[in-house]
């Protein structure tokens, strides 16, 4: 299936009228379209991928009610500047390599795609991303998550995401002698 | 990289101060309020919901995963009840200790840490799919053979660990200690890909019936083996081995009962063979460096690698 590589942003995506069946059209919860590669999208997403094996996308639009607009259009654009992009080495390479991270780093621009985001619109994302079974978009918006979290103490971290701490004192207690080799301050 | 700062360190009443210091609201959660955080930066936060702590465990367990270690993770389980065992849930350890304690006691006792959060993991009886130990200070062999007998029973996936030498990179074989010595366990368990830096002599025991059975990659770095012992062992026990890496790794090679003396490797399923090696025949060294992209033909499934004394 040949995809148009000069595609840019989710605006430009959803004026390109005749790649039809080139496209899926996506209705957000609040009822906007948008159009998203049906090669990109099948790659990217199992749940898509499974909806347009199973003939279930709707060609007036395929109801995504658990997602609002502001997600599904970061989505749609992610998947967009995916198709964009020329994969790096890091990207391809197989399953046999020795890397010190878990997880594959994100590329440059899928750090600045998260960058951007608010707080709020992140974790839309990653509810989006999760609910659609984007692997790699789960990872890169979980990794950016993550280095929310990195180096701060729990005070930090309750702050920064606003977890209310319901532990008495004495149950605190009793996990850091549990776990004292994680809290270790030598 | 945490040890100049204690923030952990806080006791839960200069925890609790410190939360009502801040924008912390504990009778008076904050109405959810997309619109006014919307133009915030991510990591300015605060101010609005606790939206994380409603993702579900499978996509926590990725956010913890990419957590630089273990201990980190596990200090989670302080924020809140829902947190308790999140930590536990990750399929990884790692531990990295990028600087040496200057005591050999604080070395201990960072040792001591990855025995205990091994042994506390060990209880649950689960499988790990990522295993990572950086230490870059002296490791005694009964440690090292303790996480390889851990890995050998619980791993199910990647191996990991490097325990460098501060050796010269280019005169690396001129101060070997021979005296250290481990044995790498055959697997009762999967592990798919192995990388040891172990600066010591790395013993694979024959007497075992077991085999690395799903191992397809493994790297050896700084160490010396034994030729027949690695020979044997990568032609009979690695069925499914892809890629090899020897790097800095002396092969010492003795005369064999038929009289040939090569380090020899056959493989059906090798594709890549890295070498950067000193071979030792009865007291001579030769350098060996190279790197051999193997192609499969199906006439000559058969490959032998070898390197000879001609």
Redesign the interface.
Same mark, same amino acid.
């Given at each position: 299936m040949e995809v148009d590589k000069g595609k840019g942003e989710a605006e430009e995506t959803r004026k390109v009228a005749e790649a039809d069946r080139d496209t899926v059209t996506l209705k957000s919860s609040d009822g906007k379209l948008f159009e998203v590669s049906k090669e990109a999208a099948a790659r990217l997403s199992t749940v898509l991928a499974g909806m347009i094996a199973g003939g279930s996308i709707d060609d007036n639009g395929t109801d995504l009610k658990q997602i609002g607009s502001e997600a599904l259009e970061n989505v749609v654009d992610y998947c967009n500047k995916h198709a964009n992009s020329i994969p790096s080495a890091a990207l391809i390479s197989s399953s046999i390599s020795f890397n010190t991270a878990p997880f594959k780093e994100p590329e440059e621009w899928e750090r600045k795609f998260v960058d951007r985001l608010s707080h709020d619109a992140l974790f839309d994302l990653v509810e989006a991303a999760n609910f659609l079974g984007m692997e790699r978009l789960l990872d890169v918006t979980c990794h950016k998550i993550s280095e929310m979290m990195k180096g701060k103490s729990p005070d930090q971290i309750r702050e920064v995401f606003n977890i209310k701490n319901d532990y008495t004192k004495e149950e605190l207690e009793e996990i850091r002698q549990e776990l004292a080799w994680a809290f270790y301050d030598d | 990289?945490? $040890?100049s700062r204690? *923030?952990?360190?806080?006791d839960?009443?200069a925890?609790?101060a $410190?939360?009502a210091a @801040?924008?912390?609201h504990?009778s008076t *959660? *904050?109405a959810v309020c997309?619109s006014m +955080?919307? @133009?915030?930066?991510?990591?300015?936060?605060?101010?609005?919901?606790?939206?994380?702590?409603d993702?579900?465990d499978? +996509?926590l367990h990725? =956010?913890?995963? @990419?957590? *630089?270690t273990?201990?980190?993770a $596990? /200090?989670?389980? +302080?924020?809140?009840?829902r947190?308790?065992r999140v930590w536990t849930g990750v399929p990884?350890f790692?531990f990295r200790y990028d600087e040496s304690?200057s005591s050999s006691s604080?070395q201990e006792?960072?040792l001591? /840490? =990855?025995d205990?959060?091994l042994s506390?993991h060990a209880a649950t009886g689960t499988t790990v799919?990522?295993l990572?130990i950086f230490v870059p200070f002296g490791v005694p062999d009964a440690r090292v053979a303790r996480w390889l007998r851990f890995a050998s029973r619980r791993l199910n996936g990647?191996l990991?660990l490097v325990l460098p030498s501060k050796k010269s990179k280019t005169r690396w074989w001129e101060s070997w200690d021979e005296a250290k010595e481990v044995a790498i366990p055959l697997c009762e368990s999967v592990i798919?890909?192995m990388?040891l830096c172990l600066d010591r002599t790395l013993r694979f025991p024959s007497h075992s019936a077991a085999a690395f059975t799903a191992l +397809?990659?493994l790297?050896l770095t700084e160490g010396d083996v034994d030729g027949g012992e690695l020979g044997s062992t990568l032609s009979c026990r690695c069925p499914h081995l892809?890629?090899l890496t020897l790097d800095r790794i002396m092969v010492v090679t003795l005369p064999t009962e038929g009289g040939g003396r090569d380090f020899c490797i056959r493989s059906d399923s090798l594709e890549q063979l890295k070498i950067s090696a000193i071979i030792s025949l009865d007291g001579m060294l030769q350098s060996c460096t190279g790197m051999v992209p193997t192609t499969r033909t199906a006439t000559d499934s058969k490959r032998k690698h070898a390197i000879s004394d001609a």
């Open positions: - | 990289m945490w $040890a204690k *923030p952990w360190a806080l839960a009443a925890a609790a $410190a939360a @801040h924008r912390y504990r *959660p *904050p997309g +955080v919307t @133009h915030q930066q991510a990591d300015a936060g605060g101010g609005g919901a606790d939206r994380i702590t993702l579900p499978d +996509v990725i =956010i913890l995963a @990419h957590l *630089p273990t201990a980190e $596990a /200090r989670t389980s +302080v924020l809140s009840r947190w308790r990884a790692s304690p604080a006792d960072q001591d /840490r =990855i205990a959060a506390g799919e990522r990572e990647e990991r798919t890909s990388s +397809v990659a790297e892809k890629k």
